[in-house]
């Protein structure tokens, strides 16, 4: 079992980007790409630091962190901290009223650096209008010239 990668822990994630985006919702795309720019969040431009370091497997990150994701909405949802709606886009996931008292029952300083990214994620991507494919395209491009680069001798390591 991998206690930071499971259930929980991603829902926790989910939940705190949830509540910093209250009362606006997001879909399973948005979120997946949002938590994973939550802990890596070095990786973008104005970003602050990285909360986990970059691992050679990033390419498959995002297909795990997929279910990853939907299964920590699951318990959130169960936990009636989260909601599910239907729209044109597809399922949209929204805080509940009770999510936020919630979050500030847990007091871990992993928590704190949470909020802080998820605000600026917030702050960057609600408020400011970024579009959050264009950079999740920004990010599968890099990794994909990190490993065309690496299959053709051209990678980090031949660099050194």
């Known amino acids: 079992m991998n206690p930071l990668n499971g259930p929980v822990e991603v829902g926790v994630r989910a939940l705190v980007l949830l509540t910093e985006t209250f009362p606006s919702r997001l879909d399973i795309a948005e979120l997946v790409f949002l938590d994973h720019v939550m802990l890596h969040s ?6 602050p630091a990285s909360l986990q370091p ?20 699951v318990v959130l949802m169960r936990a009636g901290l989260v909601e599910m709606t239907p729209d044109e886009r597809g399922f949209l996931y929204g805080a509940t009223e009770e999510a936020a008292s919630f979050l500030d029952t847990l007091k871990a300083d992993y928590v704190g650096a949470l909020k802080e990214r998820a605000d600026w994620l917030a702050e960057h991507y609600l408020r400011d209008g970024v579009n959050v494919r264009e950079d999740m395209k920004q990010i599968t491009r890099r990794w994909s010239d990190q490993l065309r680069a690496e299959a053709t001798g051209h990678g980090r390591d031949n660099n050194q």
Request: glycine fraction near 26%; charge should be negative; aromatic fraction near 0%.
């Open 42 to 47: 070095g990786d973008l431009v104005g970003g």
């Open 54 to 73: 970059d691992l050679p497997a990033g390419p498959g990150e995002l297909g795990l962190r997929r279910a990853l994701v939907e299964q920590g909405l």
